[in-house]
DNA sequence: AGCACGCCGACT
DNA sequence: GTCGGCGTGCTC
């Protein structure tokens, strides 16, 4: 009889004792009894006493045996997300297992699947044909016995060769001989397709052989280079030589809609069972053999979004993070974990290189690139002969005659019109969707505001809608005003939508095309969209940030930005850093074949030094500029900081609580604990908000801080309709 | 977080 | 007389 310590997911930074009948490896999952509900755990350890009194302690009610278990380096990685994100351990592990192996259920039990193996018999004894789940192939290896009662529940008495097909048409082979002892083979999968890449650039043969010579150690590279100098195919070519050297690779990427594309590339030069593809929204049978397949070893390269940096492989040789910049690479509910930092703590564990690939390098890498801690490599150009940079310019929108037409100045006008009659393409870009972001009342000032959020209703007029855009509350667009009976309803300020007619009514023989996420609703529309556009069936793109990421459109030579201004005025100290990277990667858009681009920024401060960087190519200057600002300031990354937020039904509850919260705070004279404030966004989907700020200039004194606070904080209990959590490295105010 | 146990109001 | 409100406390 033996002890074994459980992770479970529930919100008690402890792990709860059980007995087993015999001692379980660390990263087994099992099914306990919790109270008077089954839960799954997982094993953390096997101890020989618990502190626990004996007769408290109840035996485990299965050892879930249809996965390996997860590997100790993999549990490292989940204890270090639990300590430096102040979340309990069993609540990392369960959440970063895919949904189905989270459930008290064998896989092989989890109804039909389509990712399921089959198993047929090719040349022996006993007839045997019959369908076993996914679940099998993960055990196959490591767990002689268990492939065997398969094997025999499915009919096969010794002797026998089965042939394991997996959904995707890899054939795995499973020998079973005389005394029944099984066998299982992969066929070799890395190297076999002829490889067909591009001849590299020089900047690009070096960053490849940087990478290459610094294998066999953690080391950090910053992979810096605009649209189009031609990241994607240093990463294929370091995939490559890490595949050919048994070793996995895992590449991490910001948004789903990246991974398409991407996921075509790296198929196409490698091969679909190479590669195993995680994201959420992805059907769950798919998750679970995507996990398994990067378990045992028959996907060695990982491509996926942020929770794909908890994908158990083996052997990492290699992690690439693109657009690592991005803020979505930061869980924004329940752990919130940085993909970037936990795959950057991967790699130092698994001792590889990791590459950070960027044009606009977050100032956190960039400052580890200027302190020597990471690599600085650069791509300079683009990568296709002949392709030229777009040249930026900002058109002054202080002239009165700037702003007719729509927040359309007669500069981008011409410059569209000019699109037209050479029958290229141009996209207008508005980071803003809907009709008009505000409805009023010009006779009282009444507004149209959300009943759950503490933001106005979006006007949708091709729907007749009114809806918010940060809990989806909606309702109809009323026909008078709700305070003083006017009939007269102003729409205020821009939006897609609006610029869609004021397009379609100043270029009437245009072809227009409106991109946002209302337009791509529907699946598989968004594809169809990018198609129409590659075959020139629209002259004018219009839309927003979903235009911006990844897609080259070679008959695309103007962008327009409007309403940039909002952004270089916002509070949020890392607005500009954000700006810079959302029109360098806009204007990245422009130009990308032979033909040259141009980029027109509609601004009120045209000669904003943030414009004149982006103007002249020069994001490091302005990273300079902005790190300089940020450590005069005392903000990130010269400090690191962390939030106390709560949430509950009336503000003053919240503020309240913090208050009580920053009562039980460690004294340190190295902490700063800031006044508690409603959030910007006070309050969402009918919480209100508020959160105290911590500071300390050394992020190791800022982590034993919070590990004491938070565990005074779970001692404590919050008083109800409260409920906490703290967000270290916060991206939200 | 769930879910049980527990002690006070309007109903068949 | 009991169904049910959600306050408080526990889960190995």
Not at 76 to 88: D, E, K, M
Not at 385 to 414: C, E, K
Request: aromatic share 6%; charged share 20%.
């Amino acid at each position: 009889m033996s002890i074994v310590r459980v992770a479970l997911d529930v919100p008690i930074p402890e792990l709860f004792d059980y007995s087993a009948e015999q001692a379980l490896a660390p990263g087994t999952r099992v099914v306990v009894p919790f109270g008077s509900r089954t839960r799954v755990g997982v094993v953390v350890e096997t101890v020989a006493e618990s502190s626990i009194p004996l007769g408290r302690i109840r035996p485990i009610t299965q050892v879930l045996t249809d996965t390996p278990s997860l590997a100790p380096d993999w549990i490292a990685l989940a204890r270090f997300t639990a300590r430096y994100y102040q979340r309990p351990l069993g609540e990392v592990i369960l959440n970063a297992l895919p949904p189905r192996l989270r459930r008290p259920k064998l896989l092989a039990e989890s109804g039909a699947s389509p990712n399921g193996i089959a198993l047929t018999e090719t040349g022996a004894s006993a007839p045997m044909r019959g369908t076993v789940r996914t679940s099998i192939l993960a055990t196959l290896r490591a767990r002689q016995p268990q492939l065997r009662q398969h094997l025999e529940a499915l009919g096969a008495t010794g002797a026998s060769v089965i042939r394991a097909l997996l959904h995707d048409g890899l054939v795995a082979e499973v020998v079973m001989d005389e005394s029944a002892q099984c066998e299982l083979s992969t066929p070799a999968i890395i190297p076999s397709p002829p490889w067909d890449g591009p001849t590299l650039t020089d900047a690009q043969q070096s960053a490849v052989q940087a990478v290459d010579a610094s294998r066999g150690a953690f080391n950090a590279h910053v992979l810096f280079g605009v649209t189009g100098s031609g990241k994607t195919e240093v990463y294929l070519h370091l995939a490559r030589t890490t595949l050919a050297r048994g070793e996995s690779v895992l590449v991490l990427v910001p948004e789903i809609s990246l991974t398409p594309q991407l996921e075509q590339i790296f198929i196409s030069r490698f091969s679909k069972q190479a590669v195993a593809v995680m994201h959420s929204a992805r059907a769950e049978g798919e998750r679970a053999s995507a996990w398994i397949a990067a378990q045992n070893g028959v996907s060695r390269l990982i491509l996926g979004t942020r929770l794909a940096v908890f994908a158990p492989l083996q052997k990492i040789g290699l992690i690439i993070v693109d657009e690592e910049h991005d803020p979505s690479l930061k869980q924004q509910d329940g752990v919130r974990y940085s993909a970037r930092d936990l795959a950057v703590f991967r790699a130092r564990e698994a001792a590889c290189p990791i590459v950070l690939g960027s044009a606009t390098p977050s100032l956190e890498t960039y400052s580890n690139a200027c302190a020597g801690r990471y690599r600085l490599l650069r791509l300079p150009e683009r990568a296709r002969a002949g392709a030229l940079l777009p040249t930026i310019r900002t058109v002054d929108m202080r002239t009165p005659s700037a702003m007719q037409a729509d927040g359309l100045s007669p500069v981008a006008i011409a410059a569209l019109g000019e699109r037209l009659r050479r029958q290229e393409q141009s996209l207008v870009f508005l980071n803003r969707r809907g009709y008009a972001p505000v409805l009023g009342c010009s006779a009282c000032g009444w507004v149209a505001d959300c009943e759950r959020c503490a933001a106005h209703l979006v006007v949708h007029l091709a729907e007749r809608r009114l809806r918010c855009h940060h809990c989806g509350y909606g309702g109809g667009v009323p026909r008078a005003c709700p305070s003083c009976g006017n009939v007269d309803l102003t729409p205020f300020g821009r939006g897609t939508q609006r610029l869609e007619v004021a397009l379609q009514k100043l270029f009437p023989e245009a072809r227009i095309l409106r991109i946002d996420s209302d337009t791509t609703r529907a699946r598989g529309r968004f594809t169809e969209m990018i198609e129409s556009i590659h075959a020139g069936s629209v002259d004018i793109l219009l839309g927003t940030q979903i235009l911006a990421k990844g897609h080259d459109f070679p008959k695309l030579t103007l962008v327009v930005t409007l309403n940039t201004d909002a952004a270089l005025m916002a509070a949020d100290y890392r607005a500009p850093e954000r700006l810079f990277a959302q029109l360098q990667q806009v204007a990245g858009r422009a130009g990308r074949a032979s033909l040259p681009g141009e980029v027109l920024i509609q601004t009120r401060y045209p000669d904003h030094p943030l414009f004149r960087s982006l103007i002249s190519g020069d994001y490091l200057g302005f990273a300079d500029r902005q790190l300089a600002e940020r450590e005069g300031a005392g903000f990130p990354p010269a400090i690191s900081e962390a939030v106390l937020r709560a949430e509950s039904l009336e503000i003053a509850d919240a503020i309240t609580h913090l208050g009580q919260a920053v009562q039980l705070a460690p004294q340190d004279d190295l902490i700063t604990i800031y006044d508690p404030v409603p959030m910007s966004l006070a309050r969402l989907a009918g919480w209100s908000r508020a959160h105290v700020l911590v500071q300390s200039p050394e992020r190791r004194t800022l982590q034993a801080f919070l590990a004491e606070w938070s565990a005074r904080l779970y001692a404590a209990r919050s008083p109800r309709g409260v409920r906490w959590h703290i967000d270290v490295d916060p991206l939200e105010f």
